[in-house]
């Protein structure tokens, strides 16, 4: 409990810290009494005042106005969260059509049934004060936007619980805010969807991009292509009734659910069950390997269209949403340059690149789709000219990206940018409506604070993205000296083009079991960039709010947190795991795509790693990294002695985890990086307490923080960073 | 990280004083060379011997012999568990019939296909060395089984992973191994089912009772009476479809599915679907209650039986096993009584009591579930004898439950005793195959051993239940004093009538977040009883391993452990709950129907407090308990020293929650017993080490130690019995 002290008063006093800087950083439409605002995503408009609706047995919800019946499952989800939250036992707890406000309660108003779909209206107004708590929406989903504001303005003091007074008016600035999954890297069964819809809600996000067929398998039943299913899923797929059952869950909170079916490339699962839509024969098996492969679509062939007409007919009359994503990404185009068939098939339709060829595929299939009434999304390249891929990558790297684009496209159909920032200028300037994925690749396991700042209409004046972090943004920097330079990139209209974004859990390195970790909570921080203003942009606060978020995110069933522990007492072997939970909080995993390149990784490796059990942007080296920057900004002796004895406790902590430790070879990482810790820290201690600060003495520290910072396991020990500035700076 | 290195000596020593201990309690039939054996449940013959077979990524497994399918599936995912828990990145993964052993490996060999069905063959024989594994069974059923077996020899050193070497010969003592999950009361989505069967498989249980109906919902479709599931579950139903999903991932690991519609007591949901099946017009509405209510199905018309016909019929079409329960419980007979057709049949029919108008109800619906080739399961009233309950509930008092028996019900019924051994003893002396719940009720948090020590065929010269728990087997006296007297109860024959037991898992006080902790690990314990031979009893050394089995459970997905942290931040509202959770490890929910008791408690009242967080049989709470008796044994001063450094780490444990629990009041139980083990601790330590130890101090203690056991937040401080004993005998 010594550590557990030291957390409890850092953690206090980072709180403290933040009341004092709240007002330096707070937007000029929101306005507070004494309060830190805990709303995330952040409310267009927020007034708190003192004082709240105290929540007893009596409380009650009632619903008026002419929206859709979702409300009332709403309400009641509601409510039972209330219950368990505070535990209160209420009077009444199911609402309907009936329910009536007899003491107090929350009244609920909206005017029309809302649409799942895109662009609906989602604003709502919510005033709470003593006496009243009245929501006020449009529509339903309006109201269940307000619902999960109201929730997060629960506090509680030793009387009890209370929603916080408040007067709150809020709509989103993107109607388009999503979360792609993948399913074929590894299946994501109903109940991590589930609880990832709940998640969803909680922040506000209404898209779930539900990504079905790649190289590694095919995730859906199909009662026209049976083979899809039954040979390219490994037996695990949604059968309809399933994806019937997703897709109700999912608009029962306002959420939409867009499928993708990826093609002509990435569709080895595609030929692999169908082998005639092969461009190339070979012996087709499911791909266990991450990474682009050549299998790809033979678009000469009628009977590849009659083939997709009728799966995409079904998979189209699947989900209701009018958007279906057809892919159209990283088809290397060898196998169509290999096949003297579709060679001949090129030139004599005069089409003189494989991105050609692609344009003509797509329109072909754009009309199939048309047919179920659907538009089509297709990632950046669907936009590509006529121009073979290598030309294509020097005019993109060059910065020259609107020469690749194809503008006989037709106009109703949504780019979703992969590639950046320029892509999507492009598609816009060229009056495609877009949504930006870049910056948001959640899988990459980046800081929140990268992707919050990565904004999909970046405004004058501001960077997009920390430098830091912008190593594979190298490309850009053109368009961020233009924002730099104060230059307007798009006019208002073309700045309506673009919809929102989409976080991407491409799923190669998680599983069931780390998936919650990777997506939470840092897609709370991109849910707020697509939800609220876009002057909201102070870091420190959005990790106070997203800390608090992410207790609530359990709350609803996300395995984010409790799943560390769990998958340390296997790692371990053992119950007790507390040493070990000390160290792993440091430990970052390696970022971007440096574990694809480790290709012993497959779809059935382990997952059960150091590697997998570290999260991204961990909190306890952010608070380690507070503590550092408030000591050499304010010099306090008490400050001093506060970081001396966390060193002190990280000797002893390996102390421990070297008595435990012995047996297991699997901690060997682990191990490796306490013991490198307790050395660091046993050095910085000599150092900081000697009296004479010797030149020797602090090149030792340096050069051995240099040597810790590599990756042992795929983690990255990432204090370091903290006590090598500490350490320059002392 | 004092506490936790205080646990890890505590748990040292246990292991070591095991280690002493274990010699003195080992089955005739097992030996061992040095190290104490793992498994659970201990197989009815093992030999341990030193050295194993590593694992490295070579390791394959291969299958010969006529098994069926379902071994490659379960053979598969066996390997995919030895990759997650060594985090070896296998050469193969996939097991199917091309699977061959080209460097090392598991050979498992079956010869005929097995049939999930009672009765069946689950022997095995397992031997492992340092060149070879091989798994030989009678059909793939009991090879799934042994892979059990073989995961639990999983060992690691420094140099990594081995499977123990062994010689295991394995076969169940009884057939019929199960767990009853009840849907009414609070639903039990596809994830809560599918990972209960999976911990199920780890423990080798082969029975799921699946109870669909009762007096608060219907929990699965019907087609032909969709009012069912449309207006009396609430929406929480499983569709045909799940309920297929369900049987088949059961079924692959070797565990039948056994569905029970509970008639004619305990059926609102029904008549509240279909108002005409009532024997009392009334305005009827789904119980949100718990206890035992009226409504009854009307047994006089003829068109009850029509409905029960289509109804049952459909029912049993979608579960396989050839057995159906039919329930048959707690029917009061009050509705009966009250309506005078009801009565007016009985008399014309010469039926003299409610019981034997049951007893006519119970063959109709026989003769409906022989045509669908079932044979029926009912509770113990189904076999009870024309007479009023009233009459029967005396003669089952005063021990003559013989007379109760009704003995024209047909033989091919199983009989479920929920009373008790003597209505068991009494069906099987009868010519009535049984199975044994009384004691086995989990759902009333009792201890582990007290289940453990329930033996459905006790034999000579032992105690069924340790007397401390026994309070409400008030009427078994009787039979525990022939036991003790060395009495043959039952003859050879009538022995094998009894089939085994069944573990109740009943959902009032249960959620989706808390049933694991309800289930898990304590059923473990009668996964035991009813796998391992009668003589092994030792209780020190199931706990041993069943903290193993319990941190195994885990990776099956139980959340047993994990989401004890969970609902404490959400209590406590913050994400540093580690002072809070040393609280809740010594705290246990009241035991038996104390919570039901509480009338406030309903189907949608909080289940996220204080008692539903803390869990039964804590192993805090007995490992305290061995401390204090290893200190009484002993009175060894550097065990004395341990035990005050436990009380002074209470008293500051105690400090740090004052620090942090200030705003919260949920937080007001845990508060309130942290404050009176601070306060003991202090009296403790001044007595313990006083000089002169007054009466009055000691007194002050016992004193204290009466007032402060009483429950708060319907928990108790269970260490206090521990404190008791050793301030009485120090």
């Known amino acids: 409990w010594l550590s557990c002290l030291l957390a409890s008063a850092c953690t206090i006093g980072f709180v403290v810290r933040l009341f004092f800087f709240i007002s330096l950083f707070i937007l000029a439409s929101i306005e507070t009494f004494s309060q830190s605002i805990d709303l995330m995503p952040m409310p267009s408009s927020v007034k708190l005042s003192a004082g709240g609706f105290r929540i007893d047995k009596q409380f009650a919800i009632a619903v008026k106005?002419?929206?859709?019946?979702?409300?009332?499952?709403?309400?009641?989800?509601?409510?039972?969260?209330?219950?368990?939250?505070?535990?209160?036992f209420f009077k009444s707890w199911i609402v309907d059509q009936n329910s009536r406000i007899n003491v107090s309660g929350l009244s609920i108003e909206t005017k029309r049934k809302?649409?799942?779909?895109?662009?609906?209206?989602?604003?709502?107004?919510?005033?709470?004060?003593?006496?009243?708590?009245?929501?006020?929406?449009?529509?339903?989903?309006?109201?269940?936007?307000?619902?999960?504001?109201?929730?997060?303005?629960?506090?509680?003091?030793?009387?009890g619980f209370f929603f916080q007074s408040a007067t709150i008016k809020d709509s989103p600035r993107f109607s388009w805010r999503g979360l792609l999954i993948s399913q074929p890297y590894h299946f994501m069964p109903m109940d991590v969807i589930k609880r990832t819809l709940d998640a969803m809600a909680l922040v506000k996000m209404n898209v779930l991009h539900f990504y079905i067929s790649d190289d590694q398998g095919y995730r859906i039943e199909s009662k026209v292509y049976p083979r899809l299913h039954q040979?390219?899923?490994?037996?695990?797929?949604?059968?309809?009734?399933?994806?019937?059952?997703?897709?109700?869950?999912?608009?029962?909170?306002?959420?939409?659910?867009?499928?993708?079916?990826?093609?002509?490339?990435?569709?080895?699962?595609?030929?692999?069950?169908y082998p005639h839509l092969a461009s190339i024969k070979r012996n087709y098996q499911l791909q266990d390997h991450w990474g682009v492969f050549d299998p790809t679509l033979d678009p000469t062939k009628e009977s590849t269209y009659q083939f997709l007409d009728t799966l995409l007919t079904e998979v189209a009359s699947l989900f209701p949403d009018e958007y279906f994503h057809i892919g159209g990404d990283e088809n290397t185009g060898k196998d169509w340059k290999s096949n003297p068939d579709i060679?001949?098939?090129m030139k004599s339709n005069n089409l003189n690149s494989t991105l050609a060829l692609q344009n003509y595929f797509n329109k072909r299939v754009q009309a199939i789709l048309r047919k179920s009434g659907k538009k089509t999304i297709g990632w950046d390249e669907v936009l590509m000219k006529e121009m073979e891929a290598k030309e294509a990558k020097t005019h993109f790297e060059k910065g020259q990206y609107d020469k690749l684009i194809e503008t006989d496209v037709p106009k109703d159909m949504v780019i979703?940018?992969?590639?950046?920032?320029?892509?999507?200028?492009?598609?816009?300037?060229?009056?495609?409506?877009?949504?930006?994925?870049?910056?948001?690749?959640?899988?990459?396991?980046?800081?929140?604070?990268?992707?919050?700042?990565?904004?999909?209409?970046?405004?004058?004046?501001?960077?997009?993205?920390?430098?830091?972090?912008?190593?594979?943004?190298?490309?850009?920097?053109?368009?961020?000296?233009?924002?730099?330079?104060g230059e307007k990139l798009l006019s208002e209209a073309e700045e309506k083009l673009i919809l929102g974004g989409e976080a991407t859990m491409w799923t190669e390195h998680v599983t069931h079991e780390t998936i919650d970790s990777r997506i939470w909570p840092r897609t709370?921080?991109?849910?707020?960039?697509?939800?609220?203003?876009?002057?909201?942009?102070?870091?420190?606060?959005?990790?106070?709010?997203?800390?608090?978020?992410?207790?609530?995110?359990?709350?609803?069933?996300?395995?984010?947190?409790?799943?560390?522990?769990?998958?340390?007492?296997?790692?371990?072997?053992?119950?007790?795991?507390?040493?070990?939970?000390?160290?792993?909080?440091?430990?970052?995993?390696?970022?971007?795509?440096?574990?694809?390149?480790?290709?012993?990784?497959?779809?059935?490796?382990p997952y059960t790693l150091l590697v997998d059990i570290a999260v991204p942007d961990q909190k306890a080296v952010r608070e380690f990294s507070g503590l550092v920057n408030r000591y050499l900004r304010d010099r306090n002796p008490q400050q001093l002695d506060s970081l001396i004895n966390r060193f002190h406790f990280?000797?002893?902590?390996?102390?421990?985890?070297?008595?435990?430790?012995?047996?297991?070879?699997?901690?060997?990482?682990?191990?490796?990086?306490?013991?490198?810790?307790?050395?660091?820290?046993?050095?910085?201690?000599?150092?900081?307490?000697?009296?004479?600060?010797?030149?020797?003495?602090?090149?030792?520290?340096?050069?051995?923080?240099?040597?810790?910072?590599?990756?042992?396991?795929?983690?990255?020990?990432?204090?370091?960073?903290?006590?090598?500035?500490?350490i320059q700076n002392f």
């Open 416 to 485: 979703q940018s992969w590639r950046g920032m320029e892509a999507l200028l492009s598609s816009a300037k060229n009056g495609y409506k877009s949504i930006l994925s870049k910056g948001y690749y959640i899988d990459l396991v980046q800081s929140a604070e990268y992707h919050y700042l990565n904004d999909p209409v970046p405004f004058n004046n501001d960077v997009i993205v920390p430098d830091s972090e912008a190593n594979f943004d190298r490309f850009e920097s053109d368009i961020i000296n233009k924002i730099k330079q």
């Open 231 to 273: 040979v390219a899923s490994d037996g695990q797929y949604f059968t309809h009734e399933q994806v019937r059952e997703m897709i109700e869950y999912a608009h029962q909170r306002g959420i939409r659910v867009v499928p993708e079916i990826d093609v002509p490339g990435h569709s080895t699962a595609m030929i692999y069950a």
């Open 114 to 159: 809302g649409k799942v779909q895109l662009g609906e209206d989602e604003s709502y107004e919510l005033l709470v004060n003593e006496k009243e708590i009245s929501l006020i929406a449009a529509n339903d989903i309006g109201a269940i936007r307000g619902l999960e504001t109201l929730f997060q303005l629960i506090e509680s003091d030793q009387s």
């Open 524 to 605: 709370a921080a991109i849910a707020e960039r697509l939800w609220s203003p876009a002057t909201l942009r102070n870091v420190d606060d959005m990790y106070r709010r997203m800390n608090k978020i992410s207790v609530q995110l359990e709350w609803v069933g996300s395995t984010h947190i409790k799943n560390i522990d769990m998958m340390l007492r296997r790692m371990s072997g053992q119950a007790n795991i507390e040493s070990l939970r000390h160290v792993v909080d440091l430990l970052q995993p390696v970022q971007g795509y440096k574990r694809n390149a480790a290709d012993n990784f497959t779809r059935f490796s």
């Open 650 to 726: 990280w000797i002893s902590n390996h102390g421990a985890i070297e008595i435990i430790s012995g047996k297991n070879s699997l901690l060997g990482g682990l191990v490796q990086h306490s013991k490198h810790l307790g050395e660091i820290s046993q050095l910085v201690i000599d150092y900081l307490k000697s009296s004479v600060k010797s030149k020797q003495g602090k090149e030792q520290i340096l050069n051995k923080v240099k040597v810790y910072a590599r990756p042992i396991d795929y983690c990255e020990l990432k204090v370091l960073e903290s006590i090598e500035k500490l």
């Open 343 to 345: 060679v001949a098939f």
């Open 65 to 88: 106005g002419d929206g859709d019946l979702r409300i009332y499952k709403e309400a009641t989800r509601f409510f039972q969260r209330v219950a368990e939250r505070t535990g209160i």
